[in-house]
Structure formats: structure tokens, C-alpha cells
């Protein structure tokens, strides 16, 4: 497709990746629109048309469509700890609301917009896939609200409105250039610095390489069915792990004691008290501490069928961060292979 390809939220660790894929795919015409307050860190020097405003500047959103047969949707709120939940819904639902309203009124081709694996129900045995309906919002806070109303109100705009939307479903992804970094990318970042003394005994989760998740998203502008979402995630693996690999790929021990998960449950009802007391919020919270082990592992066939990605082993991608966060390779070069 020869149209202009759109990011928004290009400056952050997937939004970044899916920008520059695109321009070493070859797009001839890539556009961005991020806030003036952005870093540009993760897409410097690439030839991009960077339009600014944010998802709340409905002038600057149809700006920035105008011409475009795709739209990348890689903007989130991702801080379940907030003691004061309203920033977040007001970028996950309302801000995405308003760009929904935009998009709906263009000729796109494909609205693909960046989901959550945490949008998917829990099963007692087997594996979920995406046509598990949502089962645990009572223990999932407002994050997990926030996000499953997010797409539930993307489904109803391609049902009632012919937004051409497709939602992708994203795991923990791991790789190099999370400058910022995320929540798990620090944890990491920590293990494979020789500064984290431990690791959290049952923080299992689902993971995947950052550059084959934004694969992923690019696949779906291509050959992505509309209205439907998509799990992309590479494996169910436990924390350690992702820690061992890491360390090793620098030559670092690995984190030695294991702190039961349920100890450190007991540690976020302290810390959320103490965070109460001074006005301030923490990340290490009882809620935060509960979404590390909630999740069931999920089937990814489906990307896999519908739009012939092919995840590379996650070893691979954390060893790239590992050997980022260490400095060791500071670039971002992607190598993704895609099936045809």
C-alpha cells in the first residue's frame, strides 16, 4: 500500500520500533505525531514527517491523517499504582475516544491500535486465546478497566461506525531502546546491572521481543480482519528466567534468593500505607503486585494463521536488552524476518 503510514505515540518503546520498521521496510511516506514535550530518542534520524500536537488536539489529529490509508495507535497510560486512577482513564478512554472520532470520519485502510494482553479472560487449564471473554475485572483495577474499555470501545466504533480497527493484544515486550524504561525493562535493567539482590518467586507472564511485537502491528495494517484482536505474545515464561538470560548474555550473576510473591504482597499493603501518608504514589502496591501473577498463558496461532507472524524466540530480544541496558549496544537495528 503506497499511503502515508501514521504513528501516534512514536516516541515511546513500541511506538518507536513500528516507526522505524516502517522506514526499513521502505514506506516512502512515514508520519509521526508526538508532543512537543516528547523524547525523540527512539526514532532520531530517521526520515520521518514528525507533525506535533497530542491525542486531544482534534486539529492536529486530522492533520496528521489526512492523506493516511493506516493509523498505528501505540499510545497508553500504563501505571496501574496511581493512587488518583483519573489521568489514567483520561488518556486510555477519553483521549483514545477522540481519536477514534477522527479516524472514523477518514478513508483509512486500517486503524490498528495498540491493546493489552491483559484485555483477555483467565482459564483453569489450556490456554486463552482471543476469543476468551474478560473474567476478572473485580481484581483487576482500574488500569485493567481502563484498557478492556478501551477496546470494547474500539469494537464499538468498527461496528457502528466502519472504523477499519484491529486491536493487538501485547505481552511484556522486551529488547533494546526502552530508554524510559518500562515497568518489567527496569526490573531487568536491574538484574543484569548487578543491583537486584532477588527475584519475585511466581511473577510469571506472557513475553515478547519489542521488535517482533511491532512486526505484529504492521502485519495487522496489512492483513489484519476488521474488528477482530489479535494475541501477540511469544511464550508464558516465569521472571527469573528472563532475568538468567539477561545476566548471562553480559556476564552477570543472576538475582540468587527468591522472594515469594505472596511476600511481596504483604510489602505493597506497607508501602501503599506509607505512600498514603505522604501523598505520593508507589509502584510497589498490592495491585500491582497481584497483575504480575494474574494472567493465564495465552495462544498465539491466531497471528500467527491471519497474519503470517512468525515471533522470533524471546531469548534473543532479551538478550538485546541486556546487552542495551548494560551499554553494551546502545543501537536499534531491526532484523525481524516476516513469513510470506
Known amino acids: 500500500m503506497a499511503g502515508t503510514k501514521l504513528v501516534i505515540g512514536a516516541s515511546g518503546f513500541l511506538g518507536s520500533h ?16 508526538i508532543r512537543t514535550t516528547s523524547s525523540t530518542r527512539g526514532i532520531d534520524g530517521l526520515p520521518v514527517d514528525i507533525r506535533y500536537g497530542d491525542i486531544f ?9 489526512a492523506g493516511c490509508d493506516v493509523v498505528y495507535y501505540c499510545v497508553v497510560d500504563a501505571r496501574p499504582w496511581l493512587r488518583d486512577p483519573r489521568p489514567m482513564w483520561r488518556t486510555n478512554v477519553d483521549g483514545l475516544r477522540n481519536v477514534l472520532d477522527v479516524a472514523a470520519a477518514q478513508q483509512l485502510y486500517r486503524f490498528v491500535f495498540t ?8 482459564v483453569h487449564g489450556g490456554l486463552a486465546d482471543e476469543g476468551t471473554a474478560h473474567n ?53 535493567a536491574a538484574a543484569v546491572r548487578g543491583r537486584l539482590p532477588f527475584f519475585i518467586d511466581g511473577y510469571d507472564a506472557e513475553v515478547v521481543g519489542i521488535e517482533d511485537a511491532a512486526l505484529a502491528l504492521i502485519l495487522a495494517g496489512e492483513r489484519g ?11 508464558f515464561m516465569p521472571t527469573r528466567e528472563v532475568h538468567e538470560i539477561g545476566c548471562r548474555a553480559v556476564g552477570v550473576a543472576p538475582p540468587r534468593w527468591g522472594v515469594p510473591i505472596r511476600a511481596m504482597s504483604l510489602a505493597g499493603y506497607l508501602s501503599s500505607a506509607v505512600a498514603r501518608v ?4 508507589t509502584m510497589l502496591t498490592p495491585l500491582n503486585i497481584r ?48 513469513s510470506e
Open 57 to 65: 488536539d482534534t486539529d492536529a489529529l486530522r492533520s496528521a491523517m
Open 225 to 235: 480482519r476488521v474488528g477482530e484482536r489479535y494475541i501477540v505474545s511469544e511464550r
Open 136 to 188: 476478572w475485572l473485580d481484581r483487576g483495577g482500574d488500569y485493567i478497566r481502563s484498557r478492556v474499555a478501551a477496546e470494547e470501545m474500539v469494537m464499538r466504533y468498527c461496528a457502528d461506525r466502519g472504523l477499519p480497527g484491529v486491536a493487538m493484544c501485547v505481552a511484556n515486550t522486551y529488547g533494546p531502546g526502552d530508554f524510559l524504561p518500562t515497568p518489567h525493562g527496569g526490573m531487568l
Open 18 to 33: 513500528v516507526t522505524r520498521q516502517l522506514v526499513e521496510r521502505g514506506e516512502p511516506d512515514v508520519r509521526v505525531l
Open 278 to 281: 505522604r501523598g505520593r504514589d
Open 115 to 122: 491493546s493489552s494482553i491483559g484485555t483477555i479472560g483467565l
Open 291 to 338: 497483575l504480575m501473577h494474574i494472567m493465564t498463558p495465552l495462544d498465539h496461532t491466531k497471528a500467527m494463521r491471519e497474519l503470517g507472524w512468525r515471533p522470533r524466540p524471546i531469548s534473543e530480544a532479551i538478550e538485546r536488552a541486556a546487552r542495551f541496558f548494560t551499554g553494551a549496544d546502545r543501537g536499534v537495528v531491526t532484523t525481524v524476518q516476516e
